[in-house]
């Protein structure tokens, strides 16, 4: 087992997200529930964060990425998306919860990261 040098945060959508996801497609009748979506939650690494006060100051920095991500995994082109991705959707669309700690207990495989970003290389880095 080993102890990342990471915390973690899981995002759960709220109902307001699924009334979005529900109002993609007008046509069909197939709703997806608060219960559903949540089932196959997102969880993110993210830098060790000591305190909620810390996690803040991070979803303050980042928070357009995440709900970027968590939208573009309901619907593709962002021409769909609410008109503005404020801290505001943010907050109506998602909840957060911290892991402070993290740990790997996979001894066969290592750790492997895969770019999903065409842009980013694993340093973090733009390509120009």
């Given at each position: 087992m080993k102890m990342l040098n990471r915390s973690a945060i899981n995002i759960k959508?709220?109902?307001p997200f699924v009334d979005w996801i529900n109002g993609l497609d007008d046509e069909s009748d197939d709703l997806v529930t608060l219960a559903e979506v949540n089932q196959e939650a997102t969880t993110y690494l993210v830098p060790e964060l000591e305190d909620g006060e810390d996690l803040q100051v991070f979803l303050e920095e980042r928070y357009v990425d995440l709900?970027?991500?968590e939208l573009l995994s309901w619907e593709?082109?962002?021409a769909y998306w609410p008109e503005e991705l404020s801290r505001e959707v943010f907050e109506a669309f998602i909840q957060v919860e911290l892991s402070f700690?993290?740990?790997d207990l996979d001894d066969q495989a290592p750790l492997?990261?895969?770019v999903i970003d065409e842009d980013d290389d694993l340093d973090g880095e733009t390509e120009e």
């Open positions: 959508l709220k109902q709900l970027e991500n593709e082109d962002p700690m993290v740990f492997l990261a895969q």
